[in-house]
């Protein structure tokens, strides 16, 4: 079974952790180290999935669900999802696009978003078909043939070189004359000499589901409490007293998700309002508000939400 498929392959240390893996829980795959571990931590946190993970294992169980943690490369999660060893994954869109196995994308996590691009070096200032039937070194064989394919002519094939690391230096090497990498801030393509070409896709961290997993509704509350924490922190309450005269103005201000809520006060002429705000326009909300003669004015973050699908 899978369980014994896992145990025998890169989860060999779950069967140092009784009772170890079995049937009866979900597997989620989450990145073991690297750019996305520390905010996928953070969002498991979240969403509630508690575990403790041992020094030097691999896997760790939720304490209040019968759910597991893998910890694995972030390369080989989509594919440990495609084939049902594991129920849902986290990873990056560009690792779904190069492996092309048949998942469920549930959610966009907005974290790790990055450009999976075409770079040469700067003083070459050149188009993208100009690379095609050339050298090009990258970590992306599948997404990066499929691009150069419709540059190419007859007998000219693209050198795919496939490279795991450090694939910004094989052009300074005289491996490549050019790669495909992905670009987060740009700091390490332009350290290595090297321009951003064309953008072959845009990427970020996303939920994946094994479209067969056994376990659905398991599968539905996770995505729930994932889509909860993304809301709640994408959006603030504010709270406030405002003169019944004013009312109108500062309800315009704060429409809320719904409606705001509205409540009087021991003083008749006053009411507290509460709405939700985005929270990348909570400061300037609060600077309307204030012009319009609302007082008390609070702001509170949220620490999980359910708004519905």
Same mark, same amino acid.
């Not at 669900?65 to 495609?82: C, Q």
């Not at 003169?243 to 009087?264: D, F, L, Q, Y």
């Given at each position: 079974?899978?369980?014994?498929?896992?145990?025998?392959?890169?989860?060999? @240390?779950?069967?140092?952790?009784?009772p170890?893996?079995?049937?009866?829980?979900?597997?989620?795959?989450? *990145?073991?180290?690297?750019?996305? +571990?520390?905010?996928v931590? &953070?969002?498991?946190?979240?969403?509630?999935?508690? +575990?403790?993970? @041992?020094?030097r294992?691999?896997? !760790?169980?939720?304490?209040?669900?019968?759910?597991?943690?893998?910890?694995?490369?972030?390369?080989?999660?989509?594919?440990?999802?495609?084939?049902?060893?594991?129920?849902?994954?986290?990873?990056?869109e560009?690792?779904?696009?190069?492996?092309?196995?048949?998942?469920?994308?549930?959610?966009?996590?907005?974290?790790? %978003?990055?450009?999976?691009?075409?770079?040469?070096?700067q003083?070459?200032? /050149?188009?993208? @078909?100009?690379?095609?039937?050339?050298?090009?070194?990258?970590?992306?064989?599948?997404?990066?043939?499929?691009?150069?394919? %419709?540059?190419e002519?007859?007998?000219? !094939?693209? $050198?795919?070189?496939?490279?795991?690391?450090?694939?910004e230096?094989?052009?300074?090497?005289?491996?490549?004359?050019?790669? /495909?990498?992905?670009?987060?801030?740009?700091?390490?393509?332009?350290?290595?000499?090297?321009? $951003?070409?064309?953008?072959?896709?845009?990427?970020?961290? #996303?939920?994946?589901?094994? *479209?067969?997993?056994?376990?659905?509704?398991?599968? &539905? #509350?996770?995505?729930?409490?994932?889509?909860? +924490?993304?809301?709640?922190?994408?959006?603030?309450?504010?709270? +406030?007293?405002?003169?019944?005269?004013? %009312?109108?103005?500062?309800?315009?201000?704060?429409?809320?998700?719904?409606? *705001?809520?509205?409540?009087?006060l $021991?003083?008749?002429?006053w009411?507290?309002?509460?709405?939700?705000?985005?929270?990348?326009?909570?400061?300037?909300?609060?600077?309307?508000? $204030?012009?319009?003669?609302?007082?008390?004015?609070?702001?509170?973050?949220?620490l999980?939400?359910?708004?519905?699908?």
């Amino acid at each position: 079974g899978a369980a014994g498929a896992l145990c025998a392959g890169p989860f060999a @240390q779950c069967q140092t952790d009784a009772p170890g893996v079995n049937k009866d829980r979900l597997l989620i795959g989450v *990145p073991k180290k690297g750019r996305l +571990y520390k905010q996928v931590s &953070e969002m498991l946190a979240g969403a509630g999935i508690e +575990y403790v993970r @041992q020094e030097r294992l691999d896997i !760790a169980h939720c304490l209040e669900m019968p759910i597991s943690i893998v910890f694995l490369p972030a390369k080989d999660i989509a594919t440990y999802v495609g084939e049902g060893e594991v129920d849902l994954g986290i990873t990056g869109e560009d690792v779904v696009a190069e492996t092309g196995v048949d998942v469920q994308v549930l959610l966009q996590l907005g974290i790790g %978003k990055c450009n999976l691009s075409v770079q040469a070096p700067q003083h070459m200032n /050149v188009e993208p @078909q100009a690379l095609a039937g050339k050298r090009i070194a990258t970590s992306f064989p599948n997404l990066t043939r499929q691009f150069f394919e %419709k540059f190419e002519q007859p007998g000219s !094939a693209t $050198e795919i070189r496939c490279i795991s690391g450090s694939v910004e230096a094989s052009v300074g090497l005289g491996l490549a004359d050019g790669i /495909v990498d992905l670009v987060e801030t740009g700091t390490t393509m332009r350290a290595a000499g090297l321009d $951003e070409v064309s953008v072959i896709m845009k990427s970020q961290a #996303v939920l994946i589901a094994n *479209p067969h997993t056994k376990h659905p509704e398991l599968v &539905e #509350v996770i995505r729930k409490r994932f889509m909860g +924490y993304l809301m709640a922190r994408s959006w603030v309450m504010i709270t +406030y007293n405002v003169h019944r005269m004013n %009312k109108k103005r500062a309800e315009e201000i704060t429409p809320g998700k719904t409606s *705001p809520s509205v409540m009087p006060l $021991e003083d008749m002429n006053w009411v507290a309002v509460s709405s939700l705000v985005p929270r990348n326009k909570a400061a300037s909300v609060m600077d309307e508000l $204030e012009a319009v003669g609302a007082r008390d004015i609070l702001l509170t973050s949220l620490l999980s939400t359910r708004m519905g699908s």
